[in-house]
């Protein structure tokens, strides 16, 4: 037999630590398939029951967003159509009050007009004429009382001076 070579030596070293890694290697493998294996049966419940109430969310929640889309698709659509309807039915009416007021402007205008002429003829007749129309009313209501009672007292009664 031949005596080992330095190379020989190192090649055998180098073999079993090889081996020595590998079994290290498996035994790692083992314990971490293990644990996972343990983890995977405790959280496999849980992720279960998460997963089947994500479901039902999943489900309620595409049970409201048909909800949704047949309400819009139904009565938003309605409600739209009433919003138009309602907006150029104001729209009419606006124009109709406009009309109106422009129509009653002329009516102001003119009310406006006469009461101006009024304070114009009420002023000349505070200014001259309120005297002379007191005086020829006064004049007319002495006059006819004058004549009622001369009507009453000497030709109804035939010349009675009695008082």
């Not at 081996?19 to 493998?29: A, F, H, M, Q, R």
Request: proline share 1%.
């Amino acid at each position: 037999m031949q005596p080992l070579t330095w190379m020989d030596i190192a090649a055998v070293a180098v073999s079993l630590a090889i081996i020595v890694l590998v079994s290290y290697l498996v035994d790692l493998v083992k314990r971490v398939s293990a644990a996972l294996s343990e983890v995977h049966s405790a959280l496999l419940p849980q992720i279960q029951s998460v997963l089947i109430a994500l479901e039902k969310a999943a489900d309620a929640h595409a049970r409201v967003a048909d909800a949704v889309e047949a309400l819009i698709d139904n009565d938003v659509s309605v409600i739209v159509g009433n919003l138009n309807k309602v907006s150029s039915d104001l729209r009419d009416t606006t124009g109709d009050i406009k009309d109106k007021v422009r129509k009653a402007q002329g009516l102001f205008d003119a009310a406006i007009e006469t009461c101006e002429a009024m304070i114009a003829v009420s002023s000349a007749a505070r200014s001259g004429l309120t005297g002379l129309a007191a005086q020829i009313a006064g004049m007319t209501a002495g006059i006819r009382a004058s004549v009622d009672f001369l009507t009453r007292n000497f030709i109804k009664k035939g010349g009675n001076h009695e008082l």
